[in-house]
């Protein structure tokens, strides 16, 4: 069982070095054999279509992308202030942008969706969770900024890890001051 | 002449058709054949290499989401406020929104450019003059809002429209009421 749970795990790995490396066209049951170094037919035994070998994926992305336990305990901690949401908000731009082939094949299979409708269902309940986890966790810390700031920072963040990933406009700009500047405008 | 200008720019919509319909590996000089309703070795004729064919897909995203020149009129002849950049901004968001095909299809070259840097060069150089251009605009009309600005607005705006057209995290509250809001936020 633990030894499936590996297995399990790394074939989800080879899933996004896949999307992130060829697009999400290129996100077959074979190529992520290819890419875990597996036998032919591997992934089809752990996620027997391509809709649970992409909810597979979506797992994996949201634990890749999870903050570190000990990094929300000692945040945990602190008296609740912007400078602590711009803590927060720092470090889930370096988390993005550190995990770069996670945060792409984030990207590829929301682009996916809009080919695929299909797609859609599962990655808005998906992405719904992790909205109301973090407009929960943010009242919880007694952080400013409720629903609408928080889906603000979502695009704004979104949009700005983009650019970074792909072809920035203006790659000069630390990325601190980009975040900087949007807290000092977008929280209330 | 003006009937390979024509066809040239017919292919191109093919393209982005593609592009948006199929990812960007489903670029190929046979699909936009195939989707333009062309003898197959067609676009291999206008477009001789797939960088080629790349570059007049970019030049035709430009005009499909440029600005109407009697909008741009119109506008020119009011006095410069942050009423009249909203508006701006809200044209921008439409356009993109409506143009579905189209900005799907820039987003899905940006990713490209992320897994091949010789796709980033040029489409760093094409976004740049976008900005400069907008940058110049922005000043040339008196408009609030500077470099900085106009950055933290593309990162915000391409994160918006992105979340809009695939799989929206909160799709109930209206497109107007975000722009409000990071105009109100970033606009110093």
Redesign the interface.
């Known amino acids: 069982m633990a030894k499936n749970e590996a297995r399990r795990t790394a074939l989800a790995d080879a899933g996004i070095s896949v999307l ?7 996100l077959t049951h074979r190529a992520v054999d290819a890419a875990a170094g597996v036998p032919t037919g591997t992934t089809s035994n752990y996620f027997r279509n391509r809709e649970a070998l992409i909810t597979g994926i979506f797992e994996r992305i949201g634990t890749r992308l999870a903050p570190r336990a000990d990094d929300l305990e000692a945040a945990a901690r602190e008296q609740p202030s912007r400078e602590l949401f711009t803590r927060y908000v720092r470090d889930i731009v370096r988390r993005l942008t550190t995990n ?1 082939e996670v945060t ?1 094949a984030l ?2 299979l ?6 695929r409708p299909e797609l ?1 269902a599962p ?2 309940e998906w ?2 969770a992790a ?1 109301e986890a973090d407009i929960a966790f943010n009242e919880a810390a007694g952080l400013p900024g409720g ?2 700031e928080i ?2 920072f ?7 890890v ?2 970074r ?6 790659p000069e ?1 630390p990325a601190d001051e ?1 975040i900087d ?2 807290v000092a ?2 929280l209330r």
């Open positions: 992130a490396r060829e697009g999400s066209r290129g770069r792409l990207y590829e929301r682009l996916e969706a809009a080919r859609a990655l808005v992405q719904h909205f629903r609408r889906a603000l979502h695009y704004a963040i979104e949009g700005f983009f650019d990933l792909t072809s920035p406009i203006d700009t980009v500047d949007f405008g977008l």
